[in-house]
């Protein structure tokens, strides 16, 4: 007699499907979230300070548990939005200020407004008016910066300065461009690299324009171009004026004259910082974070620091400063009350000092640290801080606008302006024409 | 006690049997495990395409509700000289990619199933690039073609060549590093496909050519070339729409610059999308190239069966 097995297999798949069934069901259990864990999120490379707020914060308030999520830059301006706006949102979110990413999360609700952090943290006060400005959209405030820092400074290394003979200016300011050049030749003539860049990062060629503008257009006109691509702002100011295009002419003849390394287009931002703590090459342009890096890597090289030479000769370069925001509360997190809380505390002294100041060398972003605490920072980057508060600190254009206008668009257009392929006349027009189609949205 | 055969199937078959052959009707557990793979297909490929095919015909920033625009995207993206450039640039670095990999790749297995001394050797040798990480080796090789101190401008400077060419900085000679490590970093599987097919042919067909008076250059050219041709085809169009498909290597080495003189197509859809967050943009492109590269695929294997049929 001819048994089949037929039943027994359909038995056993429907079994097998409906173990499956239930393990799914249990993992979206187990997934709920609890109401005193926090969900964190912060940027690749920066896992020790959100590690101190993080440890701060659940020894502040017991019973809390914050998970922190590495969050890749590539990924925050693009493929973190789905994250943010769906049902496995974090609590707190990166979302680089400055980038599309956050004006579409603005514009489709995918944020929460933060009246009630700057309640608790006090930020009309403690925010300078330019940070302030900056996290605010539409007349609301939806993300916050939580550090300060200043960018497109020039390091020098002091022993090769002294080698080829270059006495370094006492006020940080190289005179004119002519000067930088004249500074350049004498490295190569000593035998080092003149002024590493990584030409290919995506960043660092358009960090050295938002050191130049403000020292070619006037405060108007630097307002001007902060907010013109918001279609709600008047636009008093074209990127095909003067003021623009010779920022940009100033940086061509950079070029032009040999400033920068051999190969410099080709050259990644960690290839350029090689040659600098390397001793190849005589100047670098970094952040002031780098300081803190290069004592380090390199705690041989003796460092001093220097600003771009100015546009016009009769202004001055002053220090470039960046607060953009990036920290934020989706409309999807499941415990934004903690969340608030937990961004009122990265902004609060204890947090500033204690996770931001002590663990990352991060500048405060609030304007109440004492002078005393800050004395854990490298000299040089104290310095800056000082310069900054006598001289002005100018806010940087890429660090502002859009990304879709500055530096995602420009970067590149300096680029093949350097390699031939466009002048400084077209890259205002084509910055033109990206703010006009803007506008038009 | 007669016992009666339950079986559906003749008694006998022996002898050449005339009766016609019944059906073997398939239990229904068969279609029961056949839908897994069937979902995990429409999940994986079905729905994404949809998907994809959706957000072109749309403008969308990565949040929020798809606002349709038809073929708008589509319309833009042929119309603008800088989408024009990276697909000619894309279908420039297949060729040469593909093309080269294969004609390196026969030299190698040519050589290796001679047996030349060492063969066992060279199978793994120039099988390794393959497995390292791609990214790995854009990252390694865009260092190695630094000038001053990178290891290849240190070669060519050992060798009294100079050591200071910038390939990666400019923007007419950028793409060609890239290519020739792409070359590189593909030769080994298409060196193994390559081999395999040469070692099918039988000896005995190269006796005969030897004993005619046909040298090893002459027979690699009129018997091995011919007989492993639907191998080559299928290779080349592989090696093509691989190297048309590639981001790792070009966006580690180059970042699609200087300028966007190395954006090849993948690196333009990634630009457009995480960059300028223009997915419906994106998506056309995207679509685009995958059409093309289909058109490309079926061209392939008409030609390797039309070949093999012969």
């Not at chain 1, 990644?268 to 600098?276: C, I, K, T, Y």
Request: proline letters at 5%; one cysteine or more.
């Amino acid at each position: 007699m001819h048994t089949t097995s037929t039943g027994r297999r359909t038995r056993l798949a429907v079994a097998g499907l409906a173990a499956a069934s239930a393990a799914v069901a249990l993992t979206g259990c187990s997934a709920a979230s609890d109401e005193n864990t926090l969900t964190v999120q912060f940027t690749q490379g920066n896992e020790k300070v959100y590690q101190a707020y993080a440890s701060l914060f659940e020894e502040a308030n017991p019973g809390v548990t914050v998970k922190l999520q590495s969050v890749s830059t590539e990924s925050a301006n693009g493929a973190n939005l789905s994250v943010i706006t769906s049902s496995s949102a974090p609590d707190v979110a990166i979302v680089p200020g400055n980038s599309p990413a956050y004006t579409s999360l603005v514009r489709d609700n995918g944020l929460q407004t933060l009246e009630t952090v700057w309640e608790l943290a006090d930020l009309d006060t403690r925010y300078d008016e330019s940070t302030d400005a900056l996290t605010l959209y539409d007349g609301e405030h939806y993300a916050i910066a939580d550090s300060l820092s200043f960018y497109s400074l020039v390091y020098y290394n002091k022993e090769a300065f002294d080698k080829a003979g270059i006495t370094a200016p006492e006020n940080h300011r190289i005179e004119s461009a002519a000067a930088l050049e004249a500074i350049t030749t004498d490295l190569k003539a000593a035998g080092y690299q003149g002024l590493a860049v990584g030409g290919k990062s995506g960043y660092q060629l358009s960090w050295m324009l938002d050191a130049l503008l403000p020292t070619s257009a006037t405060p108007e006109e630097m307002a001007s171009y902060s907010t013109s691509w918001n279609p709600a702002n008047e636009a008093t100011t074209s990127y095909t004026d003067a003021a623009f295009v010779d920022a940009v002419a100033q940086l061509q003849q950079f070029g032009a004259a040999g400033v920068f390394q051999d190969g410099y287009l080709g050259a990644s931002s960690d290839q350029s910082a090689a040659l600098f703590e390397q001793s190849q090459a005589g100047m670098i342009i970094a952040g002031s974070w780098y300081a803190a890096i290069l004592d380090d890597k390199a705690p041989d090289l003796d460092y001093g620091w220097l600003l771009l030479p100015p546009v016009d000769p009769s202004s001055m370069t002053q220090v470039t400063g960046s607060s953009t925001p990036q920290f934020a509360i989706p409309t999807k997190a499941k415990n934004p009350e903690l969340a608030e809380k937990y961004l009122a505390f990265m902004l609060s002294s204890e947090g500033q000092v204690g996770a931001g100041l002590a663990v990352g060398g991060y500048l405060p972003a609030v304007n109440d640290i004492q002078d005393s605490e800050l004395s854990t920072l490298p000299e040089a980057v104290r310095e800056m801080i000082e310069d900054g508060r006598t001289n002005g600190i100018a806010s940087g254009w890429t660090s502002t606008v859009p990304s879709t206008i500055g530096q995602a668009n420009v970067e590149p257009l300096i680029q093949s302006m350097y390699d031939g392929g466009a002048t400084p006349q077209s890259i205002g027009e084509a910055v033109q024409k990206k703010v006009d189609e803007v506008r038009a949205d | 006690m007669t016992v009666t055969s339950t079986s559906s199937l003749p008694a006998s078959r022996e002898g050449g049997s005339t009766a016609p052959r019944r059906r073997r009707r398939r239990p229904p557990f068969a279609y029961v495990m056949i839908v897994p793979p069937l979902v995990v297909l429409l999940a994986t490929f079905g729905y994404p395409i949809i998907e994809g095919v959706r957000i072109s015909l749309s403008s969308w920033s990565g949040v929020g509700p798809l606002n349709f625009i038809g073929l708008d995207n589509y319309i833009s993206a042929f119309q603008d000289p800088a989408v024009v450039q990276s697909v000619l640039r894309t279908l420039f670095y297949a060729v040469v990619v593909g093309l080269g990999v294969v004609t390196l790749a026969s030299a190698l297995a040519a050589a290796v199933s001679r047996g030349a001394k060492g063969s066992g050797f060279y199978r793994v040798i120039w099988f390794l690039p393959s497995v390292i990480p791609v990214a790995a080796s854009g990252v390694f090789w865009s260092t190695a073609f630094q000038p001053g101190y990178g290891a290849v401008n240190k070669l060519l400077g050992f060798l009294g060549l100079g050591d200071d060419h910038a390939w990666l900085g400019s923007s007419e000679t950028a793409l060609f590093p890239v290519m020739a490590v792409a070359i590189w970093a593909n030769i080994g599987f298409a060196f193994l496909l390559v081999l395999g097919a040469m070692e099918q042919v039988p000896v005995s067909t190269y006796e005969a050519a030897s004993i005619d008076g046909a040298g090893p250059v002459r027979q690699f050219f009129s018997i091995t070339l011919p007989l492993i041709r639907p191998i080559l085809v299928v290779t080349i169009m592989l090696q093509m729409i691989w190297a048309a498909n590639e981001f790792s290597l070009v966006y580690a080495m180059t970042g699609g610059g200087p300028g966007t003189s190395t954006s090849t197509l993948p690196v333009f859809i990634y630009n457009a999308a995480f960059k300028f967050t223009e997915y419906g943009v994106a998506s056309a492109m995207a679509i685009i190239s995958g059409v093309v590269l289909l058109i490309v695929g079926a061209i392939g294997l008409r030609l390797s069966r039309a070949k093999g049929d012969d």
